[in-house]
């Protein structure tokens, strides 16, 4: 098809004047360049169902768009190999084999500095997809785009300390974190547990810019924790 970056040789836009009633309507010209018309391959879909998704909702959500480059990508471009479906399992195998392998040793050298500190520590560096895929953990922090509202670091505190606090019934019981959610997951619920608002915060304290990182640890009774540390101008936590 003929495609082009700007369809139209002029664009409106409206200034503001001192009063209301001064607003002006603008014709905006466009580069030549940006409105010539190339022949391009369309990728186009009208009302694709949009899957992956854990939350269960009402209806279902589509998605209408097309998809084009410009110019074009050459006849013999060659798209590279994306592997295979299952990939993605095995991905991180040989990263998490090392992590785990380091802390057994860590773990008895600190037991014998520190006797009194909790014993049979975890250190977990991977959650399970809604896929059942093995992925790392910083995975989940992802800076948020924020609303004006939320512009601040304590009005985000508010906003999240709204969301319902819900606890697995498997972590009450034995007191270890083995769930964590998606961000997206957690708002669309309106609720999570101690780790979900955690991830949360974290992605919306990094979305201010803040310099924010999800902490998992240990507190009295052997119960695992977790909570947010921001890392602050002057070298203050």
């Known amino acids: 098809e003929l495609k082009a970056i700007c369809q139209n040789k002029t664009i409106s836009a409206r200034r503001s004047g001192e009063d209301e009633d001064d607003d002006i309507e603008l014709e905006i010209g466009v580069h030549p360049k940006l409105c010539r018309k190339h022949h391009t391959k369309v990728y186009g879909t009208n009302r694709m169902k949009l899957i992956g998704s854990g939350v269960?909702?009402?209806t279902t959500a589509t998605v209408s768009f097309q998809c084009y480059f410009i110019p074009d990508f050459p006849q013999n471009f060659a798209y590279p190999d994306q592997g295979e479906d299952g990939e993605a399992k095995t991905l991180?195998?040989?990263?998490?084999r090392a992590w785990e392998q380091f802390w057994p040793k860590f773990t008895a050298t600190y037991a014998a500095w520190?006797?009194?500190a909790?014993?049979?520590?975890?250190?977990?560096?991977?959650?399970?997809?809604?896929?059942?895929?093995?992925?790392p953990l910083p995975v989940l922090v992802t800076p948020l785009a924020l609303p004006a509202s939320l512009a601040t670091p304590l009005k985000v505190l508010h906003w999240v300390k709204c969301l319902?606090?819900?606890v697995p019934a498997r972590q009450r019981a034995n007191g270890q974190i083995n769930i964590w959610q998606q961000p997206a997951d957690t708002l669309a619920?309106?609720?999570g547990s101690v780790q979900d608002h955690a991830v949360l915060l974290c992605c919306a304290l990094q979305g201010l810019g803040k310099h924010a990182f999800v902490c998992k640890g240990t507190i009295q009774g052997d119960k695992e924790h977790a909570w947010v540390m921001t890392r602050e101008h002057g070298g203050t936590v």
Do not use: I, Y
């Open 118 to 135: 909790p014993q049979g520590r975890r250190f977990n560096c991977s959650f399970a997809s809604l896929c059942k895929d093995d992925m």
């Open 189 to 191: 619920l309106h609720r």
């Open 56 to 58: 269960h909702a009402a």
């Open 114 to 116: 520190f006797p009194d």
């Open 92 to 96: 991180f195998v040989d990263n998490f």
């Open 164 to 166: 319902e606090f819900m």
